[in-house]
């Protein structure tokens, strides 16, 4: 199993970004964890063997994915810019948005619009898509991610998630634990806040009945380091047996997931085998 240590100087060599990265270490058969494998083997462990073991990709992505990482992109360029003292540019921010998606849609379009309005006052950008590997103890392999965005403001931190969607979905609480913790450890954080900014995907931003931008501050539980290590543990227990046997059952809601086309288990609504 390949160590904190390791990944840590490989991912510090990377030049590429953190998919590359995973993907690479997926083909060369490297133990990490991370909350997109919690996650996937959590859903259903037939996803996780077409996603991780048999790394079946989707070609062409699904439209969610494909928006959702344009949209990532271009706020990361407008916080850049922050960084450096350069107030959003919403023409500038559109062209950059339309070179990643083509054509990009209304919906992401607004998107991006609302997210120049909200930007994040009175701090101070520490870090955009910032990867990170993070030791779990001996008992489990590294955990790679990437925080979307790190501020500072004195001596509080904040790390914020950017979500997409049609509606508000909230937060899985693991994933922004990682996130602080990831902060704690490179930055000495005491006190880290963990924001979920959402937006929603709208085509007209001038008749809306429900907004289309949430921020939440998302109170973590005191034990929810501990919570989600056994979470982790009891994912990575599952990934073990599916990686050595090379078989897994399915089960869930398969209208959605993203791997129904291809999957020959696939059925309709809710199932179990």
Not at 42 to 65: D, G, I, N, Q, W
Not at 209 to 215: G, I, L, N, T, V
């Amino acid at each position: 199993m390949a160590g904190y240590r390791e990944l840590s100087k490989r991912l510090a060599a990377w030049t590429g970004t953190i998919g590359g990265f995973s993907r690479k270490l997926d083909r060369e058969n490297t133990s990490y964890i991370s909350f997109s494998k919690v996650v996937s083997v959590e859903f259903c462990s037939y996803r996780y063997l077409l996603e991780y073991v048999k790394r079946r990709r989707l070609r062409p992505p699904p439209a969610y994915f494909a928006n959702g990482q344009a949209f990532h992109e271009t706020a990361a360029r407008m916080y850049r810019g922050l960084s450096r003292g350069m107030s959003p540019d919403e023409t500038d921010l559109l062209q950059f948005l339309a070179r990643r998606a083509t054509p990009p849609a209304i919906e992401l379009e607004n998107a991006v619009r609302v997210a120049a309005q909200n930007i994040h006052q009175g701090w101070e950008v520490v870090g955009v898509e910032e990867p990170f590997v993070i030791s779990l103890g001996r008992a489990l392999p590294p955990c790679i991610g990437v925080a979307d965005l790190i501020l500072r403001r004195g001596r509080t931190f904040a790390v914020v998630d950017h979500k997409t969607g049609r509606r508000f979905s909230g937060a899985d609480e693991l994933q922004l634990v990682l996130y602080r913790e990831h902060v704690r450890r490179r930055y000495g954080a005491s006190r880290c806040l963990t924001i979920v900014d959402e937006y929603r995907w709208v085509s007209d931003l001038t008749k809306i009945r429900k907004p289309a931008f949430q921020r939440q501050v998302v109170q973590l539980r005191r034990n929810a380091w501990s919570q989600a290590i056994q979470r982790i543990a009891n994912a990575w227990s599952e990934i073990r047996e599916i990686e050595k046997s090379g078989e897994a059952y399915g089960w869930g809601e398969c209208f959605r997931c993203p791997y129904k086309g291809i999957c020959p288990k696939a059925s309709i609504g809710f199932t179990w085998w």
